[in-house]
């Protein structure tokens, strides 16, 4: 065919802006580039495939489909290839020369039906092609349609700067050739490593084999008696796929092996160490999507920090998009790790950012309570292996699934299911809250727990003496978030949850009459000494009473109902959060000789503030004034 003359047109948009645009602001990765051709690559051999079921000659005796990446250091181009159903010259330059006019989009229309909802096309946008002027300062398109004569190819160009130029070329094959004329600060994308790289993390699970040209290691020959020199890795003429183009989580469960499950884990999550447990499952109804999950068998050291990311991938017909997907997955159950693919979803133009929609929400939702159930059975399991897992689930990410009692009230219930404690009699943390609740004395009527820093600290709480000497069990909660966790839950399964270090403790049918009244005698017997108490310690507290709550303790604190606990405001402020100025109650302990001796003490100021110290004390807080407190105790052990 003699050479054509070439037609220049303009582009149908204000193309400087609009391509400054797409080079410069609309992806924030460069390497996006590859994944939209590879795209873009992959949706034509897909409408060849559709559109060949009615013509099949238009295979043209090449029935595999595959895309290929080239590198040529001399030229300095970056080639992507494919056999799929190519342009005509005047698709080229209606696709090509208007900005956001979509091929694909314009071919989904045209589907109906079974082909619509089969169809693996991706670019739905139009502007992935020009995202090639990331990293090329000229681009070059080769293409044959599909079932046309070799000899009407077309060949576009464009230096993105407002003008394109078309001409007639021949074409033995059908299909596209992109081919990128790459700008001097993207050459490190003729490496082959590195193009396999970015194509491994982007493309990899796309159907069609992605292949590059075969390296081997080749050591120069050398006549006798001279030094070798070193070997280097040379391009043969054979092809082979880089990608694995086949999704895991595409395929059945039944025909996933527990292995493969484990070294897909891996692969994604870059742990060594095994999941404790997975769910695999095709989403069906008005939103479809498929979800891989996994629970991980030991915390990253940034899992405790608020701004920890997501570990949830997010792809679109099996295209890579987006990395840390956090509307995916509730905040507290950001250990998990996974896969989330979803063929139809809304993203924005750049396809990197997930826009909250009914369908998003839907997933979180959907993925929220797979992972709480898959954790459920895990915790109900009778497998010796299950239930060792759950307690690895426990000790590792029990702080961060509490955050969840605060944050999803729909799945509040699920979550209280599957908390453990240790207990006032069981040091071993283990107790369910149904646990607890199948074993109440008869006549108690609320679940008791007390809130502190340590386990030791909970178990010897003045708080909880009255509970011991009866025999009422009471949770141990010493987890930092359980005191804030534990104000969003006022019952479990019809139950009052109480804070025993809160309020009065009524103990209803499980204190008789006589207790009851000698807690009456005893207050006013002791009328004059609170008084006393109250008026020396009033900047300290705002209410000084008799409790029977204290067996071996002279005084314990107490906040009321609604009011910061004393643990909660100490992690505030560590926090540096600013905190109101609350006092506590002070209870004092009738029976405690320490108590008895204040009546006629003549240093009632000093032991009443050694009294009110060591009540502090005993919860983990240290006196406002340390030295002040030591120097009483000196002065009253000198007496």
Partial sequence: MSEQVSKNYSFQAEVAQLL????????SNPEIFLRELISNASDACDKLRFEGINHPEYYENDPDLRVRVSLDKELKTLTISDNGIGLSEQEAIDNLGTIAKSGTKDFMTKLTGDQKSDAQLIGQFGVGFYSGFIVADKITVESRRAGSATTDGVRWVSGGTGEFEVQPIDKATRGTDIILHL????????????????????????SLPIEMQKEVWQEEEVAEGETPKDGQMVKSDDWEAINSASALWTRSKSEVTDEQYI?????????????????????????????????PSQAKQDLFTREAKAGIKLYVKRVFILDEADNLIPNYLRFVQGVVDRADL??????ELLQ???DVKTIREGNARRVLTLLDGLAKSE?????????TFYTEFSSVLKEGLGEDFGNRERILKLLRYATSTNNEVSTSLADYK??????????YYVTADSEMAAKNSPQIEVFKKKGIEVLLMTDRVDEWAMNFVQEFDGTPLQNV?????DLGDLQDADEKKALEQAAEQFKSVVDRLTASLKDKTKEVRVTTRLVDSPACLVTSEGELSPQLIRMLKQAGQAVPDIKPTLEINPEHALVKKLESSAEFDDLAHVIFDQALIAEGNLPEDPAAYVKRINSLLLK
């Fill in 20 to 27: 400054h645009l797409v080079t410069h602001s609309l992806y």
């Fill in 263 to 295: 070294e897909f884990y891996k692969n994604l999550s870059h742990d060594f160490a095994e999941p404790l447990a997975w769910t695999h499952n095709r989403v069906e109804g008005s939103t479809e999507y498929t979800q891989l999950l996994y629970i």
């Fill in 438 to 447: 199948a074993r109440m004395k008869e006549g108690q009527k609320a679940i």
């Fill in 346 to 351: 809304q993203i924005n133009v750049r396809r």
């Fill in 501 to 505: 270090s809160k309020g009065a403790v």
């Fill in 183 to 206: 700008r001097d600060d993207s050459l490190d994308y003729l490496e082959s490593w590195k193009v396999k790289q970015v194509i491994n993390k982007y493309s990899d699970h796309i």
């Fill in 356 to 358: 909250e929609s009914r």
């Fill in 383 to 391: 497998d010796e292996k299950d239930q060792q897992n759950f307690k």
